[in-house]
């Protein structure tokens, strides 16, 4: 993780995003990839998640992706419903 200190959740704003691992999951090139133990920033109260930039540019590497896409990288503001598994990459 590049920066391990927490940070105030960017969609609650109440909670603090804490380091963390979770599995990461993503369309490309109309395949389902799912990867374990991703780094990850999950908010303390809501539950809301930010993959860490640097290991998702990896691992699209790896893939063969030439180029990250600005939706790949972001993600929509999720529905109040959908607080728990909102999940988006860390800038």
């Known amino acids: 993780m590049s920066d391990s200190f927490p940070y105030a959740c960017p969609y609650c704003q109440i ?14 090139h109309g395949q389902l990839v799912a ?5 990850v920033w999950t908010c303390d109260i809501c ?12 691992l699209e590497a790896l893939l063969g992706v030439s180029e990250t896409s600005a939706e790949s ?4 503001v999720p ?8 999940r988006r990459i860390k800038p």
């Open 15 to 28: 909670g603090y995003c804490q380091p963390g691992k979770a599995t990461y999951t993503q369309i490309l």
């Open 35 to 39: 990867v374990n133990d991703m780094p």
């Open 47 to 58: 539950g809301y998640q930010e993959f860490e930039r640097e290991a998702v540019l990896a």
């Open 73 to 76: 990288v972001r993600t929509k």
């Open 79 to 86: 529905d109040p419903v959908e607080t728990r598994t909102a």
